[in-house]
Protein backbone atom coordinates (compact mmCIF):
# COMPACT_ATOMS: atom_id res chain seq x y z
CA UNK A 1 0.00 0.00 0.00
CA UNK A 2 3.00 2.86 0.94
CA UNK A 3 4.72 1.51 -2.73
CA UNK A 4 1.61 2.55 -4.56
CA UNK A 5 0.93 5.86 -2.61
CA UNK A 6 4.69 6.65 -3.22
CA UNK A 7 4.15 6.00 -7.11
CA UNK A 8 0.98 7.93 -6.86
CA UNK A 9 2.48 11.06 -5.69
CA UNK A 10 5.44 10.81 -7.75
CA UNK A 11 3.46 10.39 -10.82
CA UNK A 12 1.66 13.83 -9.91
CA UNK A 13 4.50 15.54 -8.96
CA UNK A 14 5.85 14.28 -12.57
CA UNK A 15 2.95 15.61 -13.85
CA UNK A 16 3.07 18.87 -12.28
CA UNK A 17 6.81 19.10 -13.46
CA UNK A 18 6.03 18.28 -17.04
CA UNK A 19 3.30 21.09 -17.19
CA UNK A 20 5.58 23.98 -15.89
CA UNK A 21 8.41 22.60 -18.19
CA UNK A 22 6.10 22.40 -20.89
CA UNK A 23 4.54 25.78 -20.27
CA UNK A 24 8.14 27.25 -20.14
CA UNK A 25 8.94 25.89 -23.24
CA UNK A 26 5.97 27.27 -25.40
CA UNK A 27 6.92 30.98 -23.50
CA UNK A 28 10.46 30.42 -24.63
CA UNK A 29 9.93 29.83 -27.94
CA UNK A 30 7.42 32.34 -28.67
CA UNK A 31 4.28 30.18 -29.56
CA UNK A 32 2.16 32.70 -30.81
CA UNK A 33 4.80 34.47 -33.65
CA UNK A 34 4.87 30.47 -35.07
CA UNK A 35 1.08 29.66 -34.92
CA UNK A 36 -2.20 31.33 -35.95
CA UNK A 37 -3.26 32.60 -32.47
CA UNK A 38 -6.57 30.21 -32.12
CA UNK A 39 -4.31 27.60 -32.09
CA UNK A 40 -1.23 28.81 -30.13
CA UNK A 41 -4.28 29.23 -27.34
CA UNK A 42 -6.09 26.13 -27.66
CA UNK A 43 -2.24 24.48 -27.14
CA UNK A 44 -1.57 26.26 -24.28
CA UNK A 45 -4.04 24.45 -22.17
CA UNK A 46 -2.08 21.13 -22.63
CA UNK A 47 0.58 22.31 -19.91
CA UNK A 48 -2.26 23.75 -17.90
CA UNK A 49 -3.96 20.10 -18.07
CA UNK A 50 -1.12 18.65 -16.91
CA UNK A 51 -0.47 21.18 -14.00
CA UNK A 52 -4.50 20.58 -13.36
CA UNK A 53 -3.88 16.75 -12.82
CA UNK A 54 -0.37 17.41 -10.47
CA UNK A 55 -2.45 19.57 -8.32
CA UNK A 56 -5.80 17.69 -7.66
CA UNK A 57 -6.96 14.50 -6.92
CA UNK A 58 -8.92 14.15 -10.31
CA UNK A 59 -8.44 11.36 -12.94
CA UNK A 60 -6.52 11.18 -15.94
CA UNK A 61 -9.01 11.33 -17.87
CA UNK A 62 -11.21 13.87 -16.17
CA UNK A 63 -7.50 16.47 -16.10
CA UNK A 64 -7.52 15.69 -20.06
CA UNK A 65 -10.99 16.43 -20.55
CA UNK A 66 -11.17 19.49 -18.84
CA UNK A 67 -7.90 20.56 -20.53
CA UNK A 68 -9.46 19.85 -23.83
CA UNK A 69 -12.85 21.80 -23.68
CA UNK A 70 -10.24 24.58 -22.23
CA UNK A 71 -8.46 24.51 -25.08
CA UNK A 72 -11.03 24.51 -28.04
CA UNK A 73 -12.97 26.91 -25.51
CA UNK A 74 -10.19 29.48 -25.27
CA UNK A 75 -9.20 28.56 -29.24
CA UNK A 76 -12.90 29.19 -30.58
CA UNK A 77 -12.72 32.29 -28.26
CA UNK A 78 -9.76 33.98 -29.76
CA UNK A 79 -10.97 33.04 -33.47
CA UNK A 80 -14.18 34.59 -33.18
CA UNK A 81 -12.74 37.69 -31.24
CA UNK A 82 -10.04 37.78 -34.20
CA UNK A 83 -13.28 37.43 -37.28
CA UNK A 84 -15.62 39.69 -35.47
CA UNK A 85 -13.00 42.48 -34.95
CA UNK A 86 -12.13 41.93 -38.71
CA UNK A 87 -16.10 42.78 -39.25
CA UNK A 88 -16.21 45.94 -37.41
Known amino acids: MA ?11 AAFLLGIGLLLVALRIGLFGILPDPLAAGLC ?14 SWRSAVLSGL ?19 V
Open 45 to 58: SIPAAACLYGVTDL
Open 69 to 87: GAGIGIATGTYLSGTVLAM
Open 3 to 13: TQRATYQWGRI
